[in-house]
């Protein structure tokens, strides 16, 4: 008979499957240890290069500087005796090199920085580590880590099987219960029970480390979370391509830019691959230039094109990322729309220039004084008006430009101080040229406020023609005013709507009797001055239709009662806006008299003639008979000699 087959030991089972429970357990630390490890020497390393080129580049920037080739070779040397080191290379400016060390062996990390003194690149250094020493540490590493993880293997084999193989059935069959709970997500399963104390301890280990996974779970959701809502709301495109332009992965700020609906249909349309979405495909493979010799992400300014076929501008920001090889892999980058402050900024532009004319083609001299007094912008024409250059003018005091009397500047100054008051103020001053011409001027000011800085800008005017059209207009008003007041014939300035009284002169009291202000505000009527009826209106009549009136025969009625003949004329003026008459009324009450006396005279003269023709129509008869007479006298003389 066959012998019966022995049934298998739980315990040998158990101590197996503790074992290479164990064991697993051991070789996954061990990993995890050697991995740390390696990783720890790789940072210490890449710690050591930039350390490293780090000195070289402080230590060299003097050599450099001074062209000192030995001192830098002396530092390069002392440098590249440490084992670690693998490739030392100087070079200045130029690119010619100083020094170059290559220990032959494979390289672990290479790092290059340039040498900049005062903001001018004077050398170039490039620093490789070798990888033989990091493969030695970690060998060492590896062989002691291996030796303890297979010594503690062996001793935990032997334990279990021979002393603890009875007793951690229960409790390990508990805790793999935990440690499934957790692989499956569960972390809210109640202790397990444990019968001895000795597992007290590696159930709280398990138990924190449940806790450890379940707060790095929610930490690692929440980051995803936040990352996602940082995405999708984002008002700025996100996106990430391969090198080869085919988008992976897109916002909906991205989508909407180029007028798609949402990032789905946008990377599902033919312009999924975004070398479509370039105006210009050459700004593309511009950018990925610029970007593999960059190892900072980089910006550019370019035009893209819509679903619509519309072109915007935008500013791209990427950085490249690359696979383990440091061959490039994807392009991770963000997108911002601004063709609104690109507009804006146009926009501010051609304001810029429609100011910059404004201010250049104003005829009076502008100009913006800072808190200090002291000019900061002005325009040509202020230029030319002073006779100042521009690198004269600049920076000038405000009271540079008023000497003369003191009551020019104390103007000025009390202009200022109405300004600082009112916020504005206007003031005339004789400003003084660079030939030391005072032209006279009119300025207007307003202070304003730019960045919390006080300013005074404002206008200047060259009132130099007006002030002598002033003087001129001032010395024609003093004739006229002497020749209104010292005429000799009565002057009446009256209201034509109403015949009120303006003004009258001398003359006038002295013929009409009414003193300047009794008449003055009062009508003509008033002072019933018309000495015969409806003589008012036929002369307001006669204005109205001519607008002038001259030589017409009026009689004045002076205060007293009696009234004096005068000769009247008159004219429609504006004065002050206001439709006025103004009358002159002369006198003639002499020359009515004269006029007399010349007419009495005539007749005088008439008759005298008469007289005179009478006398000689009997003179004439008279004489042939008188000499007749004589004549028959003589003849009939006795002594007179007869006719024979």
């Given at each position: 008979?066959p ?9 040998n ?9 164990s064991?697993?357990?051991?070789l ?12 720890r020497?790789?940072?210490?390393m ?17 050599p ?7 001192s830098?070779?002396?530092v ?13 290379e100087?070079?200045d400016?130029?690119g ?7 220990g032959?062996g ?7 920085v ?5 903001g ?13 020493g ?11 880590v ?11 084999y ?20 935990l440690?499934?709970?957790y692989?499956?997500?569960?972390f809210?399963?109640?202790p ?8 007290i ?12 996974i379940?707060?790095?779970m929610n ?7 936040r990352?996602?809502?940082?995405f999708d709301?984002s ?6 391509t ?5 988008l ?7 989508a ?5 609906v ?9 312009n999924a ?22 190892d900072?992400?980089?910006?550019i ?17 990427a950085?490249?990322q ?7 892999l ?5 997108v ?8 804006a900024e146009?926009?501010l ?23 200090h007094g002291?000019?900061?912008r ?10 100042y ?7 000038r ?12 500047v104390?103007?000025?100054?009390d202009?200022?101080?109405r ?6 103020a206007t ?6 040229a660079?030939?030391g011409?005072r032209?006279?001027?009119?300025f ?5 406020t ?17 002030k002598?059209v002033e003087?001129?207009?001032r010395?024609?008003?003093?004739k006229f ?10 002057i009446?300035?009256?209201?034509l709507?109403?015949?009120?009284i303006?003004?009258?002169?001398e ?31 036929a ?14 025969d009026f ?9 004096v ?5 008159a004219?429609?003026v ?6 006025c008459?103004?009358?002159?009324l ?23 003639g008469?007289?005179?023709?009478v ?10 008979i008188?000499?007749?007479s ?14 024979i």
């Amino acid at each position: 008979m066959p012998s019966p087959v022995a049934p298998p030991s739980l315990s040998n089972r158990l101590s197996l499957s503790l074992g290479i429970l164990s064991t697993g357990i051991v070789l996954v630390v061990t990993a995890v240890v050697f991995l740390f490890l390696t990783w720890r020497v790789g940072v210490q390393m890449e710690e050591q290069a930039e350390s490293t080129i780090d000195f070289l580049s402080k230590s060299l920037e003097t050599p450099f500087w001074a062209l000192d080739k030995d001192s830098a070779v002396a530092v390069a040397q002392a440098t590249a005796m440490n084992p670690a080191v693998g490739l030392l290379e100087l070079r200045d400016g130029r690119g010619e090199s100083w020094f170059a060390y290559d220990g032959g062996g494979k390289l672990f990390i290479l790092r290059e920085v340039d040498v900049i003194y005062e903001g001018q690149v004077i050398g170039h250094v490039r620093l490789g580590l070798d990888e033989s020493g990091r493969v030695r540490t970690l060998t060492s590493i590896g062989l002691a880590v291996g030796g303890i993880a297979l010594l503690i293997i062996v001793v935990q084999y032997f334990l279990a099987a021979r002393l603890l193989r009875r007793y951690f059935r229960g409790p390990f069959d508990a805790l793999d219960a935990l440690v499934g709970a957790y692989v499956k997500g569960a972390f809210d399963v109640p202790p397990p029970d444990v019968e001895y104390a000795e597992f007290i301890p590696l159930r709280r280990t398990f138990l924190g480390m449940g806790r450890t996974i379940e707060r790095q779970m929610n930490q690692l959701r929440e980051s995803e979370e936040r990352y996602r809502a940082i995405f999708d709301n984002s008002p700025v495109g996100i996106f990430r391509t391969t090198f080869e332009g085919a988008l992976l992965e897109g916002n909906p700020a991205l989508a909407r830019m180029f007028g798609y609906v949402d990032q789905y249909e946008f990377m599902g349309s033919d312009n999924a691959n975004v070398q479509a979405v370039y105006a210009d495909p050459a700004a593309r493979l511009h950018f990925l230039q610029t970007v593999l010799q960059s190892d900072r992400p980089v910006s550019i300014e370019t035009e893209f094109v819509r679903k619509d076929g519309t072109a915007f501008d935008a500013v791209l920001t990427a950085s490249v990322q690359r696979d383990g090889g440091g061959s490039p892999l994807l392009l991770n980058g963000v997108v911002e729309d601004v063709s609104a402050r690109k507009e804006a900024e146009r926009s501010l532009a051609r304001e810029r220039q429609l100011m910059a004319a404004i201010f250049e083609s104003v005829p009076g001299l502008l100009f913006l004084y800072d808190s200090h007094g002291r000019l900061v912008r002005w325009n040509r024409a202020h230029e030319v008006m002073t006779g100042y250059s521009s690198e004269e003018i600049s920076g000038r005091s405000l009271f540079d430009w008023f000497a003369g009397p003191g009551e020019n500047v104390s103007r000025v100054v009390d202009a200022l101080r109405r300004g600082k008051k009112d916020g504005a103020a206007t003031v005339e001053a004789e400003m003084t040229a660079k030939d030391g011409r005072r032209i006279p001027m009119l300025f207007s000011g307003v202070g304003v406020t730019v960045d919390g800085e006080a300013f005074l800008t404002g206008i200047g005017i060259d009132i130099t023609e007006r002030k002598e059209v002033e003087e001129r207009l001032r010395q024609s008003e003093e004739k006229f005013s002497r020749l209104f007041r010292l005429s000799p014939d009565a002057i009446v300035l009256m209201e034509l709507e109403h015949g009120r009284i303006v003004d009258v002169n001398e003359a006038f009291s002295r013929v009409a009797g009414h003193a300047w202000e009794d008449a003055v505000g009062r009508t003509a009527s008033d002072l019933l001055l018309y000495g015969r009826p409806g003589e008012r209106e036929a002369l307001r009549q006669a204005v109205l239709e001519r607008d002038i009136v001259e030589n017409v025969d009026f009689s004045l009625r002076r205060k007293d009662g009696s009234v004096v003949p005068c000769v009247f004329s008159a004219q429609r003026v504006l004065l002050e806006g206001r439709e006025c008459v103004l009358c002159v009324l002369r006198d003639v009450t002499e020359l009515k008299r004269m006029q007399d006396m010349m007419i009495q005279s005539e007749k005088m003269i008439s008759v005298g003639g008469i007289a005179a023709g009478v006398a000689h129509e009997i003179n004439n008869p008279l004489g042939i008979i008188m000499v007749t007479s004589q004549n028959l006298s003589q003849r009939t003389r006795p002594d007179f000699p007869k006719n024979i």
